[in-house]
């Protein structure tokens, strides 16, 4: 299908809308990544799109967003399908069943929620079939890790101990590329601890894995936190496109 007309910001009040908050948000990132001694050092911003219409990641492409993040595959899959006409990185980023894995890699360029081998072995199986139909990239992986102490905060993830097992399975694999470490912080709990955590983490990896340099860390309301813990890629929906629509 071909990709939807990038709307006309001056005559469209939703373009505006996002626009502004969009502005907003970058502002936030500059702020922290200053504050943080980070200077130019900007993570990626990923806009986090899910329950929102395809029409609304047409608009955030009209405004430079290059970069739109997923958890459910039927959705995502068909939003991709219907903007195939721009220019968009699809990020991955929700718990994977190993039988979406054939569909993920059809239109994601990355999955930040590699948590269990048997997922990093459906991922290399895909990408091995997708690669030889139709020479795409290597699919960049995350691994996820889980940050809380306890169950009850627990947003998933591997547990840290199994990240260098893990991270040597996806780094061995023709067709993925380890990218680094992905987490959210946890519930009830204030996020600076855990993304602390997750840069000692993501520091003994690099030691092993020097390629391994990303950190998919912060949402809308913890991304300062997260920027001043390392984060190369923040995952911002809300602060940008509004409350989610009630799903039918």
Request: proline content about 7%.
């Amino acid at each position: 299908m071909s990709g939807a007309p990038a709307p006309d910001p001056g005559a469209d009040p939703r373009t505006a809308q996002l626009s502004e908050r969009l502005t907003a948000v970058r502002r936030r990132i500059a702020s922290a990544a200053e504050a943080a001694g980070r200077g130019a050092d900007l993570p990626q911003l990923i806009v986090v799109t899910k329950f929102h219409p395809a029409a609304d990641v047409a608009r955030l492409a009209s405004l430079g967003i290059t970069d739109v993040g997923e958890n459910r595959d039927q959705e995502a899959a068909e939003k991709a399908a219907e903007l195939s006409a721009l220019a968009l990185r699809w990020h991955f980023i929700g718990q994977l069943q190993t039988n979406k894995a054939k569909s993920v890699v059809r239109y994601a360029a990355a999955v930040h929620s590699v948590d269990r081998p048997q997922l990093a072995t459906a991922l290399a199986k895909a990408i091995t079939v997708e690669q030889d139909r139709t020479g795409r990239d290597d699919l960049d992986c995350f691994i996820q890790v889980s940050l809380a102490d306890d169950a009850d905060g627990d947003r998933g993830g591997a547990l840290p101990a199994t990240v260098p097992e893990l991270a040597a399975q996806l780094a061995d694999a023709p067709g993925l590329r380890l990218a680094g470490v992905m987490a959210v912080a946890p519930l009830g709990a204030p996020p600076e601890p855990a993304f602390e955590k997750l840069a000692g983490i993501a520091a003994a990896l690099r030691a092993d894995f020097p390629q391994a340099s990303g950190i998919s860390a912060g949402m809308s309301q913890d991304l300062e936190a997260a920027i001043r813990h390392g984060a190369t890629h923040l995952r911002i929906g809300s602060d940008i496109l509004g409350p989610r629509p009630a799903v039918r």
